[in-house]
């Protein structure tokens, strides 16, 4: 079963069925369980036609879905515009179904969610790491989502700010989650990027590319995690790295400053350095105080206090650092760091087990045990 196909075929069958009248939240429900019969079905005997198979699927369940619901018999017309059997038309609806996802009618967070969960192709358990809130609370939201929307007619898009959070969100889980969206991410902002003239969806685009380039060093051949410091910077990919910077300085020109602008200023300054030790650590906690000023994000402070533990030497960092919550995502394995660099061996092994314990992936996790038993070699020199 090629799972990949069916992810990257889910978003224009949602938006035939969106476009053929469904509301979203019964075409999503109509798709999910078209994929389901795919799974089921496509082993044995695979189609010809994926994309039109799973059309005509899913059109069914959401129109034995229609008649089954009492409130909703007027859809009962609908059974007589079932698409003709043959090859679906290849077009792209994803961003598009982006922005219909963004509707007035939800709050910003609500539909950041949705997109992800209906669009993204993101687990709920991912969506809920990317929001640092529990599994539960975004399964409760997601519904509710859903019932908001249930019925309603997609004709009022939503706003291009909600639509770069989910952009930003997906390129996230594909750049250090389990599934790899980051390609597909840049794409659809660069088709964002083509549409609309505005500076922070080029800074969403060079942030993207930015830290893209550095994909290939991120990991070693073990699959093990490589930190920046120690990344080859000859893997990075300098082409991305030159595009990123320019996209960026032109948004930049135009004095209009947003978040995605911000960071990837940040991200620049981190691939113009040659070596780790020549990275312009002063500039960049300059610009995480921009950031936090735009987000007051606790990740952004955070992050920021590992910049200043470069910056002004690892107590200075470790003095930001107290000023978080220490049930903050990371905020451990960054004390564990921060204690390695003032010498703290003890500490900072200690920490590094303990955040090993908290990771959010198989692969942070043994990057964090194997710290933590490098730190405990050498104390028992």
């Known amino acids: 079963m090629d799972e990949v196909l069916l992810r990257s075929l ?75 059997p043959g090859p679906a038309p290849a077009v792209d609806d994803t961003l598009q179904l982006y922005f219909l996802c963004a509707h007035p009618s939800l709050t910003p967070s609500s539909a950041v969610a949705l997109t992800l969960r209906a669009v993204g192709g993101l687990t709920t358990r991912q969506i809920a790491q ?38 930003y969100l997906v390129f996230n889980e594909g750049y250090s989650g389990d599934v790899d969206l980051a390609a597909e991410a840049i794409r659809l902002t660069r088709q964002l990027a083509a549409a609309i003239d505005h500076p922070e969806v080029a800074g969403l685009l060079a942030l993207m590319l930015l830290h893209h380039a550095r994909r290939a060093a991120r990991t070693a051949s073990d699959g093990s995690l490589v930190p920046l410091a120690e990344q080859d910077r000859g893997r990075w990919d300098t082409k991305a790295i030159a595009e ?14 947003g978040e995605f602008q911000a ?33 007051d994000s606790p ?7 590992v910049a200043v533990g ?26 564990a760091y921060l204690h390695e660099r003032d010498g703290d061996l003890a500490t900072a092994a200690r920490l590094y087990a303990e955040a090993a314990q908290k990771a959010p992936n198989l692969a942070e996790r043994d990057h964090l045990t194997r710290q933590a038993a490098r730190l405990n070699a050498r104390r028992g020199r």
């Open 10 to 84: 889910t978003p224009s069958v949602l938006g035939i069925l969106v476009r053929r009248g469904a509301d979203f939240a019964a075409a999503e429900d109509a798709v999910q369980d078209a994929l389901v019969e795919a799974v089921r079905v496509w082993p044995a005997d695979p189609p010809r036609d994926a994309k039109g198979w799973l059309v005509t699927v899913a059109w069914r369940r959401f129109l034995d879905a229609t008649r089954a619901d009492t409130a909703r018999r007027r859809r009962e017309d609908l059974v007589d515009e079932e698409p003709a």
């Open 130 to 167: 990317a929001y640092l809130v529990p599994e539960a609370t975004m399964v409760q939201r997601i519904s509710r989502a859903k019932r908001t929307v249930s019925g309603v007619r997609f004709d009022q898009p939503g706003d291009v700010a909600t639509v770069l959070r989910v952009l």
């Open 244 to 257: 990123g910077v320019a996209i960026l300085q032109a948004a930049l020109a135009r004095d209009r400053l």
């Open 263 to 295: 960071q990837a200023a940040i991200a620049a300054l981190h691939a113009d350095a040659r070596t780790a030790e020549e990275t312009d650590w002063v500039q960049i906690v300059e610009w995480y105080d921009e950031l936090a000023r735009l987000t």
């Open 299 to 305: 990740v952004v402070r955070l992050n920021r206090a």
């Open 310 to 335: 470069e910056a002004d030497g690892p107590r200075a960092g470790l003095a930001a650092l107290s000023a978080l919550d220490n049930s903050l995502p990371r905020h451990t394995a960054v004390a």
